[in-house]
């Protein structure tokens, strides 16, 4: 991949307080959506989201350092997601302070965090504390692919799983679960039982 990697902007919010920095090139977007990786994830997702990783190169770990990124894993999560995200507060594998994604591709709708909406922009990245309520609305069903939700450790961070039963004797002994999930809003389920992930 190219040295030459950082051109666009990251929206900081920290409290009240936002800053701008440079993410990628157009041209580094375009070397990390043709990844085999992320060819493969967009292949196999039909609706909601698929998640998976790419590695974390020198390169793409330079690029993510002014970020304030604590890159000592080998991969980096990704995500394509088709619908819109419900409102939420990130949950992790452990104790985090920032949530850090890129959104590597334009989508219609809009970022909701907090109570202030941002345009889906390719090469748009946001830094956020841990505990801010966000939300994407009116994406319709175009695919949107992100480097992240991830914490200041590269771990990735979201809703927390859940999954969902017809009965509760399913859901108490977690057999025959209808799908999981939590992330994108779906419509027509009626009484369910949900049992959620750790």
Do not use: C
Request: glycine share 10%; charged share 15%; hydrophobic share 40%.
């Amino acid at each position: 991949m190219k040295q030459n990697v950082l051109t666009a902007k990251v929206l900081f919010v920290y409290g009240l307080s936002r800053m701008s920095i440079p993410v990628f090139t157009p041209e580094y977007v375009e070397e990390i959506r043709q990844l085999p990786e992320v060819v493969a994830a967009k292949n196999r997702l039909t609706a909601g989201q698929a998640s998976f990783t790419i590695p974390a190169t020198e390169t793409l770990r330079s690029a993510l350092s002014p970020l304030g990124l604590d890159i000592t894993q080998s991969t980096i999560p990704m995500r394509w997601i088709i619908g819109d995200s419900a409102p939420h507060i990130d949950s992790g594998p452990s104790a985090f302070e920032n949530t850090y994604l890129v959104y590597l591709s334009d989508s219609p709708g809009e970022f909701i965090l907090g109570d202030t909406s941002y345009p889906i922009t390719a090469n748009t990245g946001f830094v956020f504390n841990e505990g801010i309520q966000h939300e994407t609305r009116g994406t319709g069903s175009v695919p949107r692919l992100l480097l992240g939700p991830m914490n200041e450790f590269a771990q990735p961070v979201g809703i927390a799983a859940a999954n969902y039963y017809s009965n509760y004797s399913d859901a108490f002994t977690q057999t025959g679960a209808l799908g999981s999930g939590g992330y994108v809003i779906g419509s027509g389920i009626f009484d369910l039982y949900i049992h959620l992930g750790e």
